[in-house]
């Protein structure tokens, strides 16, 4: 049970100790590769909204927001699958089957690229070679995918650490080096690109060198890669409509308003995404040990139980924390870091701020569910949400443009921590 009853036991065991000391060890790695990849990519999003304005901004984070739904795609959920397997058994065998189904999986994606966005309307020539490009970067990105689950799988969280933080130094260099206020989407896309390809080249080697048994490259059967498919089905489509609801305002903001609109929007988000790095860095340590329990077939141990129940309520006051900082500081953050012409991210990063409160709720116990192989309910819980998003920003944002998107966005992440509540507390009562 998570909540205070989880930790009403005095005293730690010699046991309690040891999760305790793997749960903070490597959050304190992840924490500070989160902190750091943060801070080097808000670097980035501010050298592109300072040298090429909101319009700048806005095609930087639409083209993101195409690619990052790729990469979900492309993945296909197979990321989870293999840290669960090194996580419990220390298996391999899936590395080559994962590595031809990501390959495929983005080849067909970049088709779908290729072929239908120069179809979508309002989008100039520049701009869709630009996504045409920066497309490509979904083969490397698939590489760098497998060598971060086996990291993480492994709990190496300190080279894992340190590949985030040199792909995000890497593109904050080139940008600071390259971008200017003539440069084009183009030239953004070509830095993007470089930048994945030399990344998942470093993986692979350190992977390769460091972790007996890593190999992308040795004999499989079409039948493992079939097989392999249907087994991350399930998470596969978790991710996808998870990445959907995360970016579906975006999109829809930038066809319904315009650029400029979601280069505010975007703006905003990112403030708020940097404030959730602690959330996401205690998560990824504590996941692998609770793959671990559940694919091991045991009951939660004790001391687990334990380090649940005081992350549930960490993360919590941590949320909130964030909403109150973020919401009376939004002035000075703004136009300090992105400057006057973001003026109307002010009031949007406001209301975007209370997204910190569901999202802790919701981070939390979608986790729990998924090391639980409670796929099917996330699903469920995720699918319903878009559905109420969608809803919300058709008539939103057409109405209330930017201060719709953000009202839209706020209100159906609260509903879906009502749902993950509420679902928790039935599960909890059935057992």
């Not at 009853?5 to 046991?15: I, N, R, T, V, Y």
């Not at 090429?52 to 790729?70: D, K, N, P, Q, R």
């Not at 040199?166 to 084009?184: F, V």
């Not at 930038?254 to 400029?260: C, F, V």
Request: hydrophobic residues 60%; positive net charge; glycine residues 6%.
């Amino acid at each position: 049970m998570i909540g205070p009853e989880a930790s009403q036991s005095l005293g730690k065991s010699p046991q309690d100790w040891g999760v305790i000391k793997r749960v903070s060890l490597n959050t304190a790695w992840l924490t500070a590769a989160r902190l750091g990849s943060q801070f080097l990519l808000l670097l980035f999003t501010i050298l592109v909204a300072r040298r090429m304005g909101e319009t700048g901004l806005g095609g930087y984070a639409y083209m993101g927001a195409v690619i990052f739904i790729g990469n979900v795609f492309s993945t296909f959920g197979t990321d989870m699958l293999l840290m669960r397997e090194v996580a419990a058994r220390r298996d391999f065998s899936l590395l080559s089957p994962a590595a031809i189904l990501q390959l495929a999986m983005s080849a067909f994606f970049v088709g779908l690229v290729l072929f239908f966005f120069p179809l979508l309307p309002g989008q100039g020539p520049q701009f869709i070679a630009a996504v045409k490009l920066y497309s490509l970067a979904l083969f490397p990105l698939a590489i760098y995918t497998i060598c971060s689950a086996v990291l993480r799988g492994m709990e190496f969280m300190q080279p894992y650490m340190w590949l985030n933080l040199l792909l995000a130094g890497l593109q904050a260099s080139l940008a600071w080096w390259l971008i200017r206020p003539d440069s084009s989407f183009l030239d953004l896309s070509w830095i993007l690109l470089t930048v994945q390809l030399v990344v998942a080249l470093l993986a692979v080697g350190y992977c390769r060198l460091r972790i007996p048994g890593f190999s992308l490259i040795r004999r499989f059967s079409y039948s493992s890669v079939s097989n392999l498919f249907l087994a991350s089905a399930p998470l596969a489509i978790v991710a996808i409509v998870k990445i959907l609801y995360q970016k579906i305002t975006l999109i829809l903001l930038s066809h319904l308003q315009g650029i400029s609109d979601t280069g505010w929007f975007s703006a905003a988000m990112r403030t708020v995404e940097a404030s959730q790095f602690v959330h996401i860095a205690l998560l990824g340590a504590l996941f692998p040990i609770m793959s671990f329990a559940f694919l091991s077939g045991s009951q939660v141990s004790r001391e687990n139980r334990k380090a649940l129940a005081a992350s549930w309520w960490f993360l919590l006051a941590v949320g909130i924390s964030a909403a109150v900082l973020l919401f009376f500081f939004s002035t000075p953050l703004i136009s300090l870091v992105f400057g006057e012409e973001f003026t109307p991210s002010i009031l949007a990063l406001r209301i975007l701020a209370w997204l910190m409160i569901p999202f802790s709720i919701n981070i939390f116990l979608s986790a729990l569910l998924i090391s639980a192989r409670q796929e099917r309910l996330v699903l469920t819980i995720f699918l319903a949400s878009l559905v109420i998003l969608v809803m919300l920003d058709l008539l939103l944002i057409p109405a209330f443009g930017l201060v719709g998107a953000c009202i839209a966005a706020l209100v159906s992440e609260s509903i879906q921590a009502v749902i993950f509540i509420y679902t928790r507390s039935i599960l909890q009562r059935t057992r």
